[in-house]
């Protein structure tokens, strides 16, 4: 049983580290230099968005999120002797359990808010080149810009939380 375990948590450890690196790295990336860089209603942004899109960006994002929360409370859960209330009267159990918490709710943040902002400018980008006039285009360009103000703030947001979470599960162990 104790080669079992250790091949548990040996697993457990690469898929928490590998999809931890996977969504905050691309998050970081995507939310801090790529959307920034492009213009909402410009060509580019649709064709990125679109280029995103076949990539399967926003399927391997929250694919990779979710690897990272489930192996992560599994691995929470062994660690705590199943989530015995000792452990996290501990610094590091409390640590670990809030860092946890607050990658939850920068998944539900993204999933929820970013990702549908994000996914709708990508259409509505594509939209606008069949616009025939210039009503239409402003309503769209109007729309993509409220899009973009919700998506940002809301991908600032949930960043922050992950940053807080990733520093935490940094040096948990250490308190």
Same mark, same amino acid.
């Given at each position: ?17 590998? %999809? =931890?690196? @996977?969504? @905050? %790295?691309? !998050?970081?990336?995507? =939310?801090? *230099? ?15 968005? #679109? %280029? ?5 960006? *926003?399927? @391997?994002?929250? +694919?990779?999120? +979710?690897?990272?929360?489930? =192996? ?10 199943? *989530? !015995? ?6 610094? !590091? ?8 918490? /607050?990658? @939850? ?24 080149? !069949?616009? /025939? /006039? #210039? ?5 769209? #360009?109007? /729309? ?6 919700? %998506? ?9 939380? +992950?940053?807080? =979470? ?10």
């Amino acid at each position: 049983i104790i080669r079992h375990m250790n091949a548990e948590l040996l697993v457990l450890r690469l898929l928490h580290v590998l %999809g =931890s690196i @996977v969504w @905050v %790295g691309s !998050s970081f990336f995507t =939310s801090f *230099f790529l959307v920034p860089s492009l213009k909402p209603g410009s060509s580019a942004f649709g064709e990125v968005m #679109d %280029g995103l899109g076949r990539r399967k960006l *926003f399927t @391997v994002l929250p +694919l990779a999120a +979710l690897v990272t929360i489930v =192996s992560g409370a599994r691995l929470l859960q062994i660690a705590s002797s199943g *989530f !015995s209330g000792a452990y996290f009267e501990l610094a !590091s159990g409390r640590v670990y359990a809030l860092s946890g918490v /607050t990658a @939850v709710l920068a998944f539900v943040l993204s999933l929820l808010v970013s990702r549908p902002a994000a996914v709708r400018a990508g259409e509505l980008a594509a939209q606008r080149h !069949s616009a /025939t /006039t #210039d009503k239409e285009r402003a309503a769209i #360009d109007a /729309t993509l810009a409220l899009l973009r103000r919700r %998506g940002q703030r809301a991908t600032t947001v949930a960043m922050a939380l +992950l940053i807080v =979470s990733a520093c935490g599960m940094a040096v948990a162990r250490y308190l």
